[in-house]
């Protein structure tokens, strides 16, 4: 008999399975598609020698992970490579923001009457950084905070909206810039704890960037299967799961599935009835013929480009795709341009490069037009770089990853107390009703994000549960 079988070879799966294989115990990881990688895979998705993402491609939660960072992934392989900017929010006008690694290069930015605002607030985390990371992606009860006096104090200033941190701004820059790293997981900007999310994002991009793994966000996933294995584990794929009796023996089996899923294979009937699935997205991977045709200069050295003409216009996106059942007109879109910092990705000269924009959860349209409009504007002749797409709506994402109900790629609404609260309110988010049987993907605290942190925490549930039988 197993120690412990995980459903599901995405990244929180095979953290959770390294802990535990690391810990001593015999585990068995089975996927359902071919390869493993959930939404940290890398394929040909357009033309031969252009190596895309089908999900996430940049990494600020990955490099700045305390899971990632406690394993030996870059001896299996995981190579991190920075572009030369982090992030750029270009503007109609032909100027842009930017997030950089300087805190003083982002203030200087966004002018003169929000430098200062915006240096007071990350420069009181950033030297604690590591121990706020830790406790914030940790929580609830995985772990006793190590510092919970910052904690509290970035609770103050995180928990209420984002729209009440950017009243500190003046001027439209870093709002705009901000609202849009808020965008990043779909919420509504006047959502609970919205300005915490702004706040993580720019501080891991001030702390160690936001990089792409060298070949691919495979790589993350091929790194950890290369070290599980070396630690005894076993990956299964081409492995459907239905019931739990398709499984081999165990003392525990670990889900890193969605909460319906697994409610469906373990049998719990409702007991997840009330969780709530959010926005999807729209996007488009690309060959390019060139780089991007940015007007301002910034971008065209950014790994991540933000794309909305103003903190109103984001807004209005994100009520389209979260509070209508129709597409925004003008989508907020977020684009990643790997092969920046990672020329392997496309043919010498060439280029690959991937945007999304917010539609509502399971939404049937096409937004090419609209979203290729939204580009035009602030890189003109984009499209005539366009040497092949690949588009995927919410019916697609979900097809390639059944994590992604209605194509929602956070595996959960993030907002309300789902924020931090998921799947159900309490202090044991990891466990079920069936003693044997845990859950630990994006839909259990910390949440979405290639970061390992929800396996993580899950494996400390599951490994307290062994060593107690």
């Known amino acids: 008999m197993l120690d412990a079988v995980v459903v599901g070879a995405g990244p929180n799966g095979l953290t959770a399975a390294v802990e535990l294989a690391r810990r001593g115990f015999s585990v068995a990881v089975f996927e359902a598609q071919g390869t493993v990688g959930g939404g940290a895979r890398t394929e040909e998705l357009t033309l031969p020698g252009f190596r895309h993402d089908p999900c996430s491609a940049a ?24 572009p030369g900017l982090p992030m750029a929010h270009p503007f109609p006008d032909g100027s842009a923001a930017v997030l950089s690694r300087s805190v003083g290069e982002t203030a200087a930015s966004f002018g003169a009457r929000d430098a ?61 810039l ?23 994002f720019a501080l891991a991009a001030h702390a160690r960037g936001w990089p792409v793994a060298r070949g691919g966000s495979q790589s993350i996933s091929d790194a950890l299967t290369a070290y ?22 165990a003392r525990a089996y670990v889900f890193d599935t969605s909460p319906t899923a697994l409610a469906r294979i373990a049998g719990l009937g409702s007991h997840y009835a009330n969780y709530r699935y959010g926005p ?45 059942d129709r597409a925004p007109e003008r989508p907020f879109l977020i684009t990643v341009q790997p092969s920046v910092a990672d020329p392997t990705r496309a043919p010498a000269g060439k280029h690959v490069f991937w945007a999304y924009g917010h539609v509502p959860n399971g939404w049937n ?56 609260l998921r799947p159900k309110i309490s202090l044991f988010p990891y466990s079920t009703p069936h003693p044997a049987v845990f859950i630990c993907s994006s839909a259990t605290p910390p949440g979405p994000g290639v970061h390992g942190m929800s396996g993580h925490n899950a494996a400390k549930a599951v490994w307290r549960r062994l060593r107690q039988t």
Request: proline residues 8%; negative net charge; aromatic residues 8%.
């Open 59 to 82: 990494h600020p939660l990955g490099i700045n992970s305390p899971a990632f960072r406690d394993l030996p992934l870059e001896r299996y392989g995981l190579q991190w490579l920075h």
């Open 116 to 176: 200062g605002p915006y240096r007071r607030l990350v420069e009181r985390f950033l030297p604690r950084w590591d121990t706020l990371a830790r406790d914030f992606m940790s929580l609830p009860l995985t772990a006793l905070p190590r510092d919970p006096v910052t904690l509290a104090r970035f609770g103050l200033v995180g928990l209420p909206p984002s729209t009440w941190l950017m009243r500190r701004f003046r001027d439209e820059k870093a709002k705009t």
């Open 178 to 200: 901000f609202a849009g790293l808020v965008a990043h997981v779909m919420a509504p900007l006047g959502g609970f704890a919205t300005g915490a999310i702004g706040l993580v």
């Open 228 to 249: 599980l294995e070396d630690l005894g584990g076993a990956v299964h794929t081409d492995y459907e799961v239905k019931r739990l009796d398709d499984l081999p023996p």
């Open 280 to 324: 999807s997205v729209f996007k488009i991977d690309y060959a390019l013929d060139g780089p991007v045709p940015w007007t301002a200069e910034e971008p065209r050295s950014a790994g991540t480009v933000q794309i909305g003409a103003d903190s109103t216009e984001i807004g209005a996106a994100l009520h389209a795709a979260s509070g209508t």
């Open 365 to 420: 349209g096409d937004l090419t037009d609209a979203m290729e409009r939204q580009l035009e504007r602030f890189a003109p002749g984009f499209r005539d770089r366009v040497l092949a797409r690949a588009t995927a709506g919410p019916a697609e994402l979900a097809a390639r990853n059944a994590n992604y109900v209605g194509g929602d790629i956070s595996s959960g609404a993030v907002s309300g107390l789902q924020l931090l």
